[in-house]
């Protein structure tokens, strides 16, 4: 997306440059060039300092959606800014079209860029585990282990291995059905530790067994089979339920490691 946001701030300065020329056929003019230089110059420089200010102190930086509302935002009051000066200091031309036109390029431009990005960010639990496990893979085992969150080091509270075929293939297909979102928070410990053990063919007569680690709640997952690791749930069904209903179940014998 970065270097979305560059192509898009070079073209604007090509077209802020080019402009005049194809629509007014006329040289574009600058506000530097006229007695409006030291206003001008202030205004920006001030526009451009609150916005820093914004950015780095209200805007959450790691949230998608308040990036683009923030970028845009500064897009349309610098564009806006910039041709009133126009309007006010370039007398007998229409060069102050000239920002309008860029702020209605580049607001598009930014929309276009955002959502295409959101858009690559959006995956599934399926496609980011599919290597490792798939139709062909065995699992032997899922091992729950419930963290206490309320130490700086989580520790485990409870955990138990489930073998049972049945169980293993609950937990795997409402796992299938979880539909995620890259996130680029930093790594956060979460309530449920869950690792799948599998084994896969990888050559004639070899076999390997690996453990894949999710670590869950409500809201996120961190998956070990992933080179991004963290990702936001968001396909709004109970991925905890069958993890919850062992948890409540008297069938299941949770070993306490922390208890005396």
Request: include cysteine.
């Given at each position: 997306m970065e270097l979305a946001l560059l192509g898009l701030a070079l073209l604007l300065l090509i077209m802020n440059a080019k402009l005049s020329k194809w629509l007014l056929g006329e040289q574009r003019v600058k506000i530097s060039e006229t007695e409006g230089?030291?206003?001008?110059?202030?205004?920006?420089?001030v526009s451009i300092f609150i916005s820093l200010?914004?950015?780095?102190?209200?805007?959450?930086?790691?949230n998608d959606s308040a990036?683009?509302?923030?970028?845009?935002?500064?897009?349309?009051?610098?564009?806006?800014?910039?041709a009133l000066?126009?309007?006010?200091?370039l007398k007998g031309?229409?060069?102050y079209v000239i920002p309008l036109l860029l702020m209605a390029i580049s607001?598009?431009?930014?929309?276009v860029i955002f959502f295409i990005d959101d858009w690559m960010k959006h995956t599934t639990f399926q496609?980011?585990?599919?290597?490792?496990?798939?139709?062909?893979?065995?699992?032997?085992?899922?091992t729950i282990r419930i963290n206490d969150l309320s130490e700086r080091i989580p520790q485990t509270k409870a955990r138990v291995t489930i073998e049972d075929k049945e169980t293993i293939g609950r937990i795997l297909e409402v796992f299938s059905e979880m539909e995620l979102k890259q996130d680029d928070g930093l790594?956060?410990?979460?309530?449920?530790?869950?690792?799948?053990?599998?084994?896969?063919q990888v050559a004639e007569d070899h076999f390997e067994t690996k453990g894949l680690r999710v670590e869950l709640d409500e809201n996120y997952a961190n998956i070990s089979a992933s080179s991004h690791g963290r990702y936001e749930i968001v396909s709004g069904t109970n991925h905890l339920q069958t993890i919850e209903e062992l948890v409540e179940s008297d069938e299941i014998d949770w070993e306490r490691p922390n208890t005396d």
């Amino acid at each position: 997306m970065e270097l979305a946001l560059l192509g898009l701030a070079l073209l604007l300065l090509i077209m802020n440059a080019k402009l005049s020329k194809w629509l007014l056929g006329e040289q574009r003019v600058k506000i530097s060039e006229t007695e409006g230089e030291k206003v001008h110059r202030w205004v920006i420089f001030v526009s451009i300092f609150i916005s820093l200010i914004i950015l780095t102190t209200i805007i959450d930086r790691d949230n998608d959606s308040a990036l683009m509302w923030f970028l845009l935002c500064v897009l349309i009051v610098m564009c806006s800014i910039q041709a009133l000066m126009e309007w006010k200091y370039l007398k007998g031309t229409k060069q102050y079209v000239i920002p309008l036109l860029l702020m209605a390029i580049s607001v598009f431009g930014v929309l276009v860029i955002f959502f295409i990005d959101d858009w690559m960010k959006h995956t599934t639990f399926q496609d980011v585990v599919s290597e490792q496990l798939h139709e062909e893979t065995e699992v032997n085992s899922i091992t729950i282990r419930i963290n206490d969150l309320s130490e700086r080091i989580p520790q485990t509270k409870a955990r138990v291995t489930i073998e049972d075929k049945e169980t293993i293939g609950r937990i795997l297909e409402v796992f299938s059905e979880m539909e995620l979102k890259q996130d680029d928070g930093l790594h956060e410990f979460r309530k449920y530790n869950v690792t799948i053990e599998t084994t896969n063919q990888v050559a004639e007569d070899h076999f390997e067994t690996k453990g894949l680690r999710v670590e869950l709640d409500e809201n996120y997952a961190n998956i070990s089979a992933s080179s991004h690791g963290r990702y936001e749930i968001v396909s709004g069904t109970n991925h905890l339920q069958t993890i919850e209903e062992l948890v409540e179940s008297d069938e299941i014998d949770w070993e306490r490691p922390n208890t005396d």
